[in-house]
Structure formats: C-alpha cells, structure tokens
C-alpha cells in the first residue's frame, strides 16, 4: 500500500513568485491536512480538506490557499512568496474521522531566496 | 486553546536502555486524542502510537508505550530496548474532538534523542 506522496521534495522560489506543491493521500483516505514547519515556529496547521471541501483553517494569510480533487489529491497554493515562507511543509493523510492515526508525507522543502 | 510542552529539547541515551520523552498538554475539552510522532533527518513524521482520552488502558505499540495520567495531563512516551536508528527528533501532538471532522493536529516543539553505541 502506497504511503502519502509529496511532491516537488525541494524547490527553490524567488520572492514574489507563487508555488503549488501536490499531496496524494493514501488510497482511501479523504483527509487530507497541512501543515508548515519551521525551526522559529515548529509545526503549524494551516488546513485541512475532506471530500473536496475545507473543514478547518490555521491563522495563515490568504497568500495560502489549498484545494482537493474528487480522487482526494490535494494542492497547496502560495501566492507571493515571502522570505519567511522557506518551511518544509508536510501533508497528512486519514482514513476515519476522527482519526486515531495521521499518515505523513515526505514533505516538501520550499526554499524563497 | 489547545497547547502542548515538551520540556526535554535534547536527550542522550546509551543504546538498549530504555528513554521517556515527557509531554503535557492542556485543554479544557474532555474529548480528545494524543499522538506521538517520529521525525528522522529526512523529514518524513512516522506515526508512533495514538491514545484516546477516554481510555482506559495506557497503549502500546511494539517497543513504544504511552504513559497517560489524564489527572496530570501528561502523555509521557516510553521506549524500550533503544536502538541506534531511534535517533531522531520526537513530537507529542494534541487533537482536540470539539466538532465532527476536527483534524487539526497541535504539536509541542520536540525532543531531539540521540542513541549512543
């Protein structure tokens, strides 16, 4: 059984830029989260989709945005990068709600120089 | 508002003996989920163990336990046996079950554990 893949794993943006990264749950699951990690603020929320539609929302502007397909795929779209916004950031993935077990992804590696 | 503290940034363990990693948590809900996750250089956060608010019976999982004391509000992680590959950074996270469908996960800020050989 396929984990959570991510993708890009590295990227590398210019300020001002906008990036979309991907998450492909595990088959079956249609809990899709996100969140972004740094070493000043640690591990943060930033959404959550169920079946296409957003269920819950971090405190990040709206430069962050995300959506997901009918095959639960998602994507997280940031619009004007910014320095601050070099994070590895890490999708996970559930099967029941609530869940007791949230799969994670590689996570992908944005660098904004 | 849900908050989770780790207070052990960094732990140096000689390999095959048994490491806790402290966690406490607070929150006001009654109903709520705890998880431990690993965290290797790559990045990946390997789910460790999960343990609900309303069990009864500490979990387990392998080599890994959590020790719950609901009335001190901490989900303490046992290891037993380390080895070398459990190096890794370590975090205790908090979902709080306040509305159907809430799957947002609170992390604390982690507890970097080093084996030595």
């Known amino acids: 059984k396929a984990g959570v893949t991510q993708t890009p794993r590295y990227l590398i943006k210019t300020r001002g830029q906008q990036v979309t990264l991907s998450c492909s749950p595990i088959?079956?699951?249609?809990?899709v989260s996100w969140y972004q990690q740094t070493p000043g603020q640690g591990l943060q929320f930033l959404f959550e989709?169920?079946?296409?539609?957003?269920?819950n929302k971090g405190n990040f502007p709206g430069r962050f945005s995300g959506r997901q397909f009918s095959n639960s795929r998602s994507e997280m779209n940031v619009s004007t990068l910014e320095l601050g916004d070099s994070a590895l950031y890490l999708c996970?993935?559930?099967?029941?709600?609530?869940?007791?077990?949230?799969?994670f992804g590689q996570g992908t590696r944005l660098t904004v120089v | 508002a849900q908050k989770i503290t780790q207070t052990q940034p960094g732990m140096f363990v000689q390999e095959k003996e048994a490491v806790t990693l402290d966690c406490t948590y607070d929150?006001?809900?009654?109903?709520?989920?705890l998880f431990w996750y690993k965290q290797p250089s790559s990045g990946e956060m390997i789910f460790l163990i999960y343990?609900?608010?309303?069990?009864?019976q500490n979990a387990t999982e392998g080599r890994y336990s959590l020790n719950f004391q609901k009335a001190r509000k901490s989900a303490n992680l046992v290891i037993s046996a380390s080895q070398l590959g459990d190096s890794a950074m370590y975090f205790c996270?908090?979902?709080?079950?306040?509305?159907?469908?809430?799957?947002?996960?609170?992390f604390g800020t982690g507890t970097r554990l080093t084996i030595i050989p």
């Open positions: 989709y169920f079946s296409e539609t957003q269920r």
């Open positions: 996270a908090m979902r709080v079950i306040s509305n159907f469908g809430n799957e947002k996960l609170t």
């Open positions: 929150t006001s809900d009654q109903s709520y989920g």
């Open positions: 343990q609900g608010s309303y069990d009864e």
């Open positions: 996970a993935s559930a099967h029941r709600t609530p869940n007791t077990e949230a799969f």
């Open positions: 088959s079956g699951h249609r809990s």
